[in-house]
């Protein structure tokens, strides 16, 4: 089993984590501007990149040789087709984890970080589902359902999904967003924010959404098909758009519907 779901109360509009960090680097690189006297033109160039947060090291030769092996031994199963597979899989991918239940596993997966992962009781991953959770963690609390090719990236963060939720088929929920305030670096070398996605038990995700770092999607809520989750969403509230507003609470005026 995956353990208990923290309970840490939601937190406003937006979880702050990253933006915590941020403007306590920023205001460090401030604090030092003032007391050095950099040439004017040089200023901003130096505050940016002190505010940026390092990229993460390049891998290790025994990290890259334990994903390469992690990868060949979770592709010799991944195509396996019927029960037979679904039995074989949970069979020899089980030990991978940090913690693996009776779950379900269906073809064409691409997981990584397998170590970093924590997975319930009748958790169902669906065809063509890619999940990583390399240099974080993710759990994935009983019966959580993610729908065929959901991904779900907790490298670099944190994700935890609480029970009885399903993920709607085509869904991204990643935990870290990359850095872009330098300009003078590509953006793919800058490096990543870390960041944590709470996610609470019987939550329903429709098709094709996005959710961003820091946000926590409260007990019993609705998101509906192609939204774009950038803020807290409030216990039993239905939300869509981009970016995703109330629309709506559950139990009141019945069964709703928008397209």
């Known amino acids: 089993m ?3 779901l923290n309970s840490t109360p939601a937190q406003g509009d937006k979880a702050a984590d990253g933006s915590k960090s941020a403007s306590a680097v920023g205001a460090q690189t401030h604090g030092a501007a003032a007391e050095t006297s950099a040439p004017a033109g040089q200023s901003d160039q130096s505050e940016a990149k002190a505010a940026q947060p390092k990229p993460h090291a ?3 030769l025994f990290s890259r040789v334990s994903a390469a092996l ?3 031994w979770l592709a010799s199963f991944a195509w396996i087709p019927t029960p037979v597979g679904l039995a074989l899989r949970l069979f020899a991918w089980r030990w991978l984890f940090k913690s693996c239940g009776s779950a379900r596993f269906g073809t064409g997966l691409s997981l990584a970080g397998c170590r970093n992962m924590r997975i319930g009781n009748g958790v169902r991953m669906g065809r063509g589902c890619f999940v990583t959770a390399s240099d974080g963690e993710l759990v994935l609390h009983d019966c959580v359902a993610l729908s065929p090719n959901v991904h779900v990236g907790a490298d670099a963060g944190r994700i935890e999904i609480g029970a ?4 709607g088929p085509g869904t991204v929920i990643r935990a870290a967003n990359h850095c872009i305030a330098r300009q003078d670096v590509p953006i793919m070398h800058q490096g990543h924010v ?3 996605i709470i996610i609470e038990e019987d939550v329903w995700i429709g098709a094709n959404c996005v959710v961003t770092p820091d946000v926590r999607i409260g007990r019993g809520a609705v998101v509906g098909a192609g939204a774009v989750v950038t803020r807290n969403v409030a216990p039993f509230s239905i939300v869509g ?3 995703a507003k109330l629309i709506g609470m559950r139990g009141q005026g019945g069964q ?3 397209d």
């Open 164 to 167: 009885h939720t399903a993920v």
């Open 70 to 72: 992690e990868e060949l």
């Open 256 to 258: 709703k519907h928008w």
């Open 58 to 60: 390049g891998p290790g």
């Open 241 to 243: 758009g981009v970016p």
């Open 2 to 4: 995956a353990g208990e």
């Open 194 to 196: 870390p960041g944590q």
